[in-house]
């Protein structure tokens, strides 16, 4: 690794480490107190600089009482090897925490924040996860903390899902998937769209902006949320800053027209600023490309493949994309197949075939691993390529035909849901590994 | 008063509140902090602390973010020295139960803390070393040693 690249790596680990911090929106009023409850500041430390001996040997004093007791209360600042479950109450939000600038580049119609009628707000006091739960979709918004969109509740984990609490659910909400963009701005959708702001202690329903039929992807990142609706002519994106509800639609030619088929699906992966939109409707349809902040039209891969495809990237250049080749064109049927690009999806070249069956989605923590949620007859499973798809290895199987949320939060730890249509099965796994290995979540 | 023009001059522009200059700036602070220290907990109290220290003097300042900042990076290094004096005294830490981040962040844990400091105001904050060496009262050429031995000690680590 030379120089540049540390400092690429570095900038980048700083950014999104730094980016899991947000300010408590009461973090004033704390000041007041606390400021009130201290000495006058000056005093304070006047006083403590001609006694810093003494202050040094009642430090070593209250550290020997750590050892004592196992349990470390000096200043009540050292912190635990495991992380406590943080209340639900100190998870807030700021609205000036998140940058909107991701939302400025597209100039649109501000199809204003419709937060509407229904809302729901029951109590904010954590719980275990009710027995039985069963995942749907899964959201991490750090390498510890991370909700999961269940039928009986949304539960919630700060320690990378060792353990788990309850939020409130969404009883008369219709959704199916889930997505935070931080520990407090979360967004519930499919076919309906509800919002929260205070990390799902409550939430509201907004109205799709722009919108027939719902919304077909959403994903957040940079400060902003980007969702994907239909006009009742083609799917645009509409885009908010992650703290508000006011959605700007792209205009102009920053739209994918309607496929042939009957059930279009929409693919939204971000990368920072960067993004990728694509359609698939039996084919792969047409696509979209978020440059600097701004939705511009993109040829996808797999364009003229006759089958449909999903993609994922691992940096702003880097992206993959799995194409099931020939299945709605004239034989034959080559199959599923690994395209690859290193200029953020202008061109793709063909890295050979994925086994292991039709690919329901793709995802890459870093260049040349990737990894493929597979169906074929049986069980979904998921196959890694650790070299650039070169060679192929099933990591994991499970119960379950479709393969939802597949992604990673770092280059090490990633989660896929498998689950069932019907919705009455689902199981949520877990790498800590860079995909090598996969383990199933217990909520209990 | 009126200009030679016959135009009222603007009033000359008032520092902004304290309250202003901590909600513009407690965030940000919060964020550097954190990257000091690897621990939220202490970041939130250290910036507390800080601006604490700050308000008697803020209408005085002639660069209050600037002083702040110093402020929190000395914070963060005291902070750092406070928890070696009392590492020796603490109880193992439990294994397999730590939060995980990726090597670059694990390996910044085990910097010194200046150069810690020095690649996180560097590389997050885009300072110059003029204005890291404000922040660590230090020489610049005492900046530039320590961002290439924090370097070298992260690549030493990721690389062994």
């Known amino acids: 690794m030379n120089d540049d690249e540390l400092i690429d790596r570095l900038r980048r680990t700083l950014r999104d480490e730094a980016t899991q911090v947000h300010a408590p929106p009461d973090g004033w009023e704390r000041f007041q107190r606390r400021a009130a409850g201290a000495s006058p500041a ?94 749907r979709s899964v959201t991490f918004v750090s390498p510890t903390e991370g909700f999961v969109l269940g039928a009986s509740a949304v539960a919630h984990t700060v320690d990378a899902g060792r353990t788990w609490t309850a939020l409130p659910a969404l009883p008369h909400a219709k959704v199916s998937e889930l997505r935070f963009a931080n520990a407090h701005d979360g967004w519930a959708w499919g076919p309906e769209l509800w919002a929260t702001h205070d990390g799902g202690h409550s939430w509201h329903q907004l109205t799709v902006p722009g919108g027939e039929g719902g919304v077909y992807a959403l994903e957040a990142a940079a400060g902003a949320v980007h969702m994907v609706v239909f006009d009742g002519q083609a799917f645009r994106v509409a885009t908010a800053p992650v703290a508000s509800d006011a959605f700007s639609v792209s205009l102009g030619a920053a739209a994918i027209p309607v496929g042939a088929g009957p059930v279009p699906t929409v693919q939204l992966v971000l990368q920072g600023r960067t993004g990728w939109a694509i359609e698939v409707d039996r084919t792969v349809v047409g696509g979209l490309r978020l440059v600097d902040g701004a939705w511009q039209p993109w040829t996808p891969p797999c364009l003229t493949g006759n089958g449909p495809a999903v993609i994922a990237a691992s940096s702003a250049t880097e992206v993959v994309a799995a194409c099931d080749e020939g299945v709605w064109g004239p034989a034959p049927q080559t199959g599923e197949r690994l395209w690859v690009s290193h200029d953020g999806g202008a061109t793709f070249t063909g890295a050979g075939p994925i086994p292991g069956g039709h690919a329901l989605a793709v995802a890459s923590p870093s260049a040349g691993t990737i990894v493929a949620a597979v169906q ?69 | ?78 902070w750092h020295r406070r928890r ?77």
């Open chain 1, 42 to 135: 000056r005093s304070r430390w006047v006083v403590a600089a001609p006694v810093a001996a003494l202050g040094l040997a009642a430090a070593i004093v209250a550290a020997v009482l750590v050892t004592s007791n196992g349990t470390s209360t000096t200043k009540g600042r050292t912190e635990l090897a495991t992380p406590a479950a943080r209340p639900a109450t100190t998870a807030a939000a700021s609205a000036s925490a998140t940058t909107a600038a991701a939302a400025a580049g597209n100039a649109g119609a501000a199809a204003a924040p419709a937060p509407t009628a229904p809302t729901f707000a029951p109590s904010a006091s954590a719980a275990n996860v009710p027995p039985g739960f069963t995942p």
């Open chain 1, 376 to 444: 074929a007859a049986g069980p979904a499973a998921l196959e890694a390529t650790f070299d650039a798809g070169a060679t192929w290895s099933q990591v994991s199987t499970a119960a379950g035909v479709d393969a939802a949320d597949l992604g990673f939060t770092t280059a090490t730890q990633g989660v896929v849901v498998f689950r069932t249509p019907a919705g009455d099965g689902g199981t949520l796994q877990i790498t800590r590994d860079g995909g090598r290995t996969w383990r199933e979540v217990a909520f209990s």
């Open chain 2, 1 to 78: 008063m009126m200009s030679a023009m016959g135009l009222a001059e603007p009033p000359p522009l008032a520092p902004p509140r304290f309250e202003d200059f901590y909600r513009a700036q407690y965030e940000p602070m919060l964020r550097l902090a954190y990257l000091l220290t690897g621990s939220r907990a202490a970041a939130e109290d250290l910036v507390q602390d800080a601006f604490i220290r700050v308000q008697p003097r803020y209408p005085a300042l002639n660069s209050p973010a600037a002083y702040l900042r110093r402020t929190v990076t000395n914070a963060c290094y005291s």
């Open chain 2, 84 to 160: 070696q004096r009392e590492e020796a005294y603490r109880p193992a830490p439990v294994e397999g139960a730590a939060p995980e981040h990726d090597d670059v962040w694990d390996a910044l844990a085990k910097l010194a803390p200046r150069r810690r400091a020095a690649l996180v105001l560097r590389y997050y904050l885009d300072l110059s070393e003029a204005d890291i060496a404000a922040a660590l009262g230090c020489r610049r050429g005492t900046v530039k040693s320590l961002t290439h031995r924090g370097l070298a000690d992260l690549k030493d680590v990721l690389e062994p």
